[in-house]
């Protein structure tokens, strides 16, 4: 066997220097890419949030949209002005408090299976667990009604 000739070396210098490169381009993408999508993957996975979505029919919209069509648009503040009242009840203390008394919704809101990181203190008052509420609930209205 005979020694390389200086092309020949020069084709192995370079191919070892790409091989070096790729190994080093490839570290890094594992560790700035990879790892963190793979860590994140697996928190998303495990973390669970307390969310449920709710669609229901409220007496007062239903009877709003009646008295609408009934009228024409002359009930038009009427219709405006009991979605806002049904939408303030909705979002009220009261309605939070009766939620939590009946249906244990701050002991939902403040368990242990819920994601930490968005989940309610146990050391919260009332305040800071009406104000979570309110991140939590929202009320609108559409003119399709629930589904």
């Known amino acids: ?31 700035w890419v990879a790892l963190p999508t793979l860590l994140a993957a697996i928190l998303l996975r495990f ?11 409220c007496c007062a919209w239903t009877r709003a949209t009646q008295l609408s069509s009934a009228r024409g648009a002359a009930s038009a503040p009427v ?21 939590a008394r009946k249906h244990k919704l701050l002991d939902h809101y403040m368990s242990k299976d819920v994601d930490w990181w968005s989940r309610l203190s146990r050391k919260a008052g009332m305040d800071q667990a009406h104000e979570y509420y ?11 009604g629930p589904r």
Not at 3 to 16: G, K, N, V, Y
Not at 47 to 57: D, E, F, K, Q, Y
Not at 83 to 96: C, D, F, G, P, T
Request: glycine share 2%; hydrophobic share 45%; proline share 3%.
């Open 47 to 57: 973390a669970r949030v307390a969310a449920s979505t709710s669609r229901s029919r």
């Open 79 to 99: 219709e405006s002005v009991a979605i806002y009242a049904v939408q303030e009840h909705i979002l009220s203390r009261n309605v939070m408090d009766k939620l």
């Open 134 to 144: 309110l991140g939590k609930v929202s009320a609108a209205w559409t003119r399709r």
């Open 1 to 31: 066997m005979t020694d390389p000739t200086p092309l020949e070396r020069a084709a192995i210098a370079t191919r070892e220097l790409r091989r070096a490169r790729a190994r080093r381009i490839l570290t890094t993408l594992g560790l």
